[in-house]
């Protein structure tokens, strides 16, 4: 393991899990929403390790309406203030999603859209169907 994401974990209280996060080499990683004000942004810029998370969207994962004009913004915010990588999730579910947030970010999350490929697929199936659609994606 590289790195925990603990979701609406407030960087403000997690002095004591980043250390012990970082006494075992693992990153403790934040979101960052399009409504993020710019001392939440500050404030997970300080203890944030690995990447940050940016939420593309305004809405729960796996939804299909991405705006890469609301990206763009959301990133130029997070990366006045942060010097890690930002990854970008949400709403990316199809190959044109991808390239086009691959164009913006450092990487891109494309957590909803692997369940969602190996939904009902036997334990055997499962790791075939994750380098398949892993394998698609970066190309």
Do not use: N
């Not at 012990?20 to 710019?38: A, C, G, K, M, N």
């Not at 729960?60 to 990854?87: F, M, P, S």
């Not at 190996?118 to 169907?129: C, I, R, S, V, Y």
């Amino acid at each position: 393991m590289d790195g925990v994401l603990v979701v609406d974990y407030p960087p403000e209280v997690s002095g004591d899990l980043a250390a012990q996060l970082r006494r075992h080499r693992i990153d403790l990683i934040f979101l960052l929403v399009p409504t993020s004000t710019e001392r939440r942004i500050r404030q997970v810029a300080e203890c944030a390790s690995g990447y940050v998370y940016c939420v593309s969207i305004k809405g729960i994962t796996g939804a299909r309406t991405l705006d890469a004009e609301q990206v763009r913004e959301t990133l130029a915010r997070i990366q006045r203030h942060v010097r890690i990588q930002v990854g970008v999730g949400f709403g990316v579910g199809d190959a044109g999603t991808a390239r086009e947030i691959a164009r913006l970010a450092d990487a891109v999350v494309i957590g909803s859209w692997l369940i969602e490929r190996l939904g009902g697929k036997p334990a055997a199936d499962a790791l075939a169907a994750a380098r398949d659609l892993i394998r698609d994606v970066r190309r």
